[in-house]
């Protein structure tokens, strides 16, 4: 399995609900490291960067308002396939379809309002990690458990 950097973010609604810790100690727990992390007010470009694949969705304007309603903890995670481990960890875009168990199964309602991004790809991965992060804010170093999630 290939060691992935993913992009995730504590989206406004998870600031406002004190839900950070929560959502951050489930990736934790799972054994992805943290390795940058940022509590940000993202600015209308960013946002619309970040999101431009939905440009022309009809959800899209309401979307970015909501993103930029409050500060957000945009957090980088390494691990073994992270990318898919984070989403798996996030459950699916609708609060509705999201299994119990996941952040979004456990904790919401809405899919504007559904708490937390995750990156859906290696290559969206890379993007969005570079629109939040340079590479020197980005920390390398050993966690002791890492034995513990290779065979
Ligand atoms: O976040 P995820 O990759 O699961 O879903 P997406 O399809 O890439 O959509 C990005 C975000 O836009 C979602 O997480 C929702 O917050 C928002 N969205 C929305 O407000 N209404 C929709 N109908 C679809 C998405
Ligand atoms: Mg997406």
């Known amino acids: 399995m290939p060691i992935e950097r993913t992009f995730v973010m504590a989206k406004p609604d998870a600031v406002q609900r004190g839900l950070v810790g929560e959502i951050v100690s489930r990736f934790e727990r799972k054994g992805l490291k943290i390795i940058a992390a940022k509590f940000i ?12 694949e939905h440009k022309a969705k009809p959800f899209f304007e309401g979307h970015i308002n909501f993103i930029l309603s409050g500060p957000v903890l945009a957090v980088v995670l390494e691990g073994e396939s992270a990318i898919s481990l984070a989403r798996a960890i996030i459950g699916k875009t609708n609060p509705l379809e999201a299994q119990a168990g996941t952040i979004r199964g456990d904790f ?15 290559e969206n991965a890379k993007r969005e990690v570079s629109i939040f992060f ?18």
Do not use: W
């Not at 007010?41 to 431009?52: L, N, P, V």
């Not at 919401?108 to 290696?122: E, F």
């Not at 340079?134 to 170093?141: A, N, Q």
């Open 41 to 52: 007010k993202i600015q209308r470009d960013t946002a619309e960067e970040m999101y431009a």
């Open 108 to 122: 919401c309602q809405i899919t504007r309002k559904n708490l937390v991004h995750g990156s859906d790809g290696p």
């Open 134 to 151: 340079k590479p020197e804010d980005i920390l390398e170093y050993k966690r002791n458990d890492e034995s513990c999630f290779k065979e």
